[in-house]
């Protein structure tokens, strides 16, 4: 056996993953392609939080289902532990990975009751018998920062942080390892966004829990997460970890999304990237680079040719600036 | 490790009404659905406890008494509303006629919503192929006359109870499909489906406990509109003759027996037609307000 020890392997690791979906248009419309996810290849290490930032449409919740197996990639694979998530049965991969959603008014279902909904995952796994889900929901409850009596109330009865800590109970009573959070405070008041972050952070090292955190904001991730990913249409622009990535951005695209985060009143709605044109649709991509006609430095060659990923120490981008072979690297840039 | 902090202004006092409650407010404050919900429930008593309300034998013919007026134009207390041309009571067998209403309406509207239904949610949850399908049969089934394609029918198989319901029941899924469709397709979209569905959850189970109870209520308005619409298809064709057969004892047929002596005993189709009306009065008037009153509960 030689010096050093084997590398840690990741918990949760997408390989090519792709997702495309046939979108018919009109009655009579023929199906065309849209892809939602393109290629993307991203690895989470145990107790490690990973930040995923872009604008609405670019494929971040899709991304999400496919993680959940709610969606099969058309693409790629997902590996949890090293094992091809297609290949798990659907109990065993929800006891691993558990999603927080975006809207709390849409993910509790108003008809139960709070002690049925965050028992849902005991009673489908068949875990104990009534006592014991009371004895568990109370505990996760109390976990969660709510008092035991919110058990006998319905969701129309609570406000949105309330409700957004019960998604997250139901989401941990389980004790999964891996936690989806996909946009869990974009749907909050701003006043109550930051306690739910608080206590994503405190439970994550309660728990040892390892999050792929969703957000349109860049800001919101800069205090959980220790790694962020930028997403446009569909592909993973840079990579790096986040002091990195707040102190020297590299792709254009971060930099417009840094900025945003300085106008007054970040977290509210989608970031004005200040970057004038309108995301484009996602069903006809811009040829060469997709983020060419929104982009401050594109040339003639952005627009024919699409940059690929470049990986150095500093993690990954993908732009032609950055790309030592291509005409348009800068070596002061690097 | 107590996180619970009751100064936490997040957590202070939880007091709004549950669904449960609000629902009893709002079914007690709504005039419509306990105006219909009463006549219901007396006209469904009427109908159980026929055999002991029916002063007379429905079916009992008696010559010396043809066509005798009711009391109120000048006939007898010992045949309140008259008899028919057979002779025979006419409270009784309107008494009677209204298990055959209320018998009709309940299974036809119960198999058309069993078929509408499962044909609307599987084609709002699965999408797709499925989905091309339920479309396709819904629009040949709307392309298809319903009084026309029960005529050819019941002209066939001959006409009885039975074949009456069962024409029915298979013609009037529609609406539940098409309702059923859009309301599956709504609800499908809501996060706690997907959350459900992350639990691993199985797909009856996603459908029938999750979907189900939010979606019901939309079923609950198909089910009354059915109900009347049955009751009246059933009246009409035991007044063309071709449903329920004499001497069974139907609102519809009454109305048709009587038409002959219309012009000079107009009470022979009047009171037949006046409960006809009443039932399926009442039977919109509680749909109507059961959809009001269980309309998704507001977001705080
Ligand atoms: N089931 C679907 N069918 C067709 N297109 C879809 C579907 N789900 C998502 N999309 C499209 O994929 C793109 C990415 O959507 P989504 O993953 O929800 O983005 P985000 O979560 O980043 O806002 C959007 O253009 C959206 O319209
Ligand atoms: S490749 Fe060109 S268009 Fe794309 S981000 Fe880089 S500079 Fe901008
Ligand atoms: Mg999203």
Same mark, same amino acid.
């Given at each position: ?101 975006? *809207? ?9 009751? !709070?002690? /049925? +909904? #965050?028992? @849902? =995952?005991? &009673? %489908?796994?068949?875990?104990? *018998? ?9 505990? !996760?409850? /109390? +976990? #969660?920062? @709510? =008092?035991? &009596? %919110? ?20 989401? @941990? ?162 | ?300």
């Amino acid at each position: 056996m030689t010096g050093h020890p084997p590398k840690k392997p990741p918990i949760l690791e997408l390989r090519n993953v792709g997702k495309t979906y046939q979108v018919k248009q009109g009655l009579f419309g023929k199906a065309r392609p849209l892809t939602a996810v393109n290629d993307v290849s991203l690895s989470l290490s145990r107790g490690e939080v990973l930040g995923l930032v872009g604008e609405s449409g670019c494929g971040k919740s899709t991304l999400a289902k496919i993680l959940l197996g709610l969606e099969a990639p058309t693409t790629g694979q997902v590996l949890v532990d090293g094992q091809e998530i297609g290949d798990q049965d659907r109990l065993s991969l929800a006891r691993r990975i558990q999603p927080i959603f975006q *809207d709390p008014y849409s993910s509790l279902n108003p008809r139960k009751s !709070i002690f /049925d +909904i #965050v028992s @849902l =995952p005991l &009673r %489908v796994h068949g875990i104990g *018998d009534r006592t014991q889900w009371e004895k568990q929901v109370r505990e !996760i409850l /109390d +976990i #969660v920062g @709510l =008092p035991a &009596r %919110v058990m006998n109330t319905y969701p129309s009865q609570m406000s949105g942080g309330q409700r957004q800590r019960v998604a997250i109970a139901r989401a @941990l009573i389980m004790k999964p390892e891996i936690v989806i959070c996909d946009e869990p405070t974009s749907a909050l008041d701003v006043s109550v966004q930051s306690q739910i972050l608080n206590l994503l952070g405190e439970l994550r090292r309660e728990f040892g829990l390892t999050y792929l955190f969703i957000s349109h904001d860049l800001a919101v991730v800069e205090h959980l997460a220790s790694r962020v990913a930028v997403m446009y249409l569909g592909r993973i622009v840079e990579e790096a970890d986040v002091a990195g990535l707040f102190d020297h951005a590299r792709h254009p695209y971060t930099q417009a999304l840094l900025q945003s985060v300085l106008t007054p009143e970040p977290g509210l709605g989608v970031p004005d990237t200040q970057l004038g044109m309108a995301y484009p649709n996602p069903i006809d991509p811009p040829s060469g680079c997709r983020f060419h006609p929104r982009c401050p430095l594109a040339t003639d060659h952005c627009k024919s040719h699409a940059p690929r990923p470049i990986r150095t120490e500093q993690g990954l981008v993908e732009c032609h600036l950055y790309d030592p072979e291509s005409q348009m690297y800068k070596n002061e840039a690097a | 490790m107590a996180h619970t902090n009751i100064n936490d202004p997040l957590l202070q006092e939880i007091t709004g009404p549950t669904p449960g409650q609000m629902l009893r407010r709002r079914i007690l404050g709504h005039q419509g659905l306990l105006i219909g919900a009463v006549v219901m429930a007396i006209l469904l008593i009427v109908a159980i406890f026929a055999p002991l309300l029916a002063p007379h034998d429905p079916y009992a013919q008696s010559l010396m008494h043809r066509m005798e007026p009711p009391v109120f134009l000048g006939g007898t207390w010992d045949h309140p509303l008259g008899t028919d041309h057979l002779g025979r009571d006419y409270l009784s067998r309107l008494i009677y006629g209204a298990r055959v209403s209320l018998m009709i309406g309940t299974i036809a509207a119960l198999i058309s919503g069993v078929i509408g239904t499962a044909m609307g949610v599987a084609a709002g949850y699965f999408g797709g192929r499925v989905d091309m399908v339920v479309t396709f049969l819904i629009n040949v089934r709307l392309a298809m006359p319903v009084v026309l394609v029960a005529l050819a029918v019941v002209a066939i198989m001959g006409g009885s109870l039975q074949v009456v319901i069962a024409v029915l029941g298979l013609l009037l899924w529609d609406r539940f499909a098409v309702v059923m469709r859009a309301s599956t397709l709504q609800v499908r979209r809501r996060e706690y489906v997907a959350a459900a569905q992350a639990i691993g959850a199985s797909t009856p189970r996603v459908i029938l406990s999750e979907m189900m109870p939010n979606i019901a209520n939309n079923l609950i308005v198909v089910v009354t509109l059915e109900m009347a619409h049955a009751i009246l298809l059933e009246a009409a064709l035991s007044f063309l003759g071709l449903g329920v057969q004499p001497p069974t004892p139907s609102w519809g047929l009454m109305v048709s027996e009587g038409k002959n002596m219309m012009l000079f005993e107009p009470w022979l189709v009047l009171i037949p037609g006046a409960v006809l009306f009443l039932l399926v009065l009442a039977i919109n008037l509680m749909g109507d307000g059961l959809r009001d009153v269980t309309a998704p509960e507001n977001r705080s």
